[in-house]
């Protein structure tokens, strides 16, 4: 598979922001709160910081810019148990893209979007592939 990159789309606009609100008013209780847990985590252990000068606000009518997370596709795998062997019960598990879309608030115009790599639909930590490309992508642009 091939790396995954992000797209920049407004690379002036993306430049200024330095306040980002998250609306996760799209997705399910179960979805917010792991996409809202991921945030702290990264936060929590200076990964986000680090990474991204960004601070993370609640208040989106405040914030530069607003993230968002989709998850696209649907990938059904069955897993193979430990030795190689499968069950007579397989386990499914449903697996999808985690996409972060960066954009102006106001103009709801696009400013970056990155598709991580595929995850378990409960996985709790689902921006940390989106996260890290953005990142990535603003030093790379910032050089």
């Known amino acids: 598979m091939p790396p995954r ?18 609306d996760s008013s799209h997705l399910s209780h179960s979805e917010a709160a792991g996409v809202q847990e991921s945030l702290t985590r990264q936060g929590q252990s200076r990964k986000l910081s680090e990474r991204l000068s960004w601070k993370l606000i609640d208040n989106c009518s405040q914030a530069d810019a607003v993230a968002r997370v989709y998850y696209l596709g649907a990938a059904i795998r069955q897993v193979v148990e430990a030795g190689g062997l499968r069950s007579s019960s397989p386990k499914v598990q449903q697996e999808v893209d985690p996409v972060l879309v960066i954009y102006d608030k106001a103009a709801l115009r696009l400013y970056y979007r990155a598709e991580g790599s595929p ?15 953005l990142a990535k992508d603003l030093r790379t642009m910032n050089q």
Request: proline letters at 6%; glycine letters at 6%.
């Open 5 to 22: 990159k992000g797209e920049i789309f407004d690379g002036e606009a993306l430049r200024r922001v330095t306040a980002f609100c998250l």
């Open 119 to 133: 995850i378990h639909r409960d996985a709790r930590y689902p921006l940390a592939d989106p996260l890290a490309m």
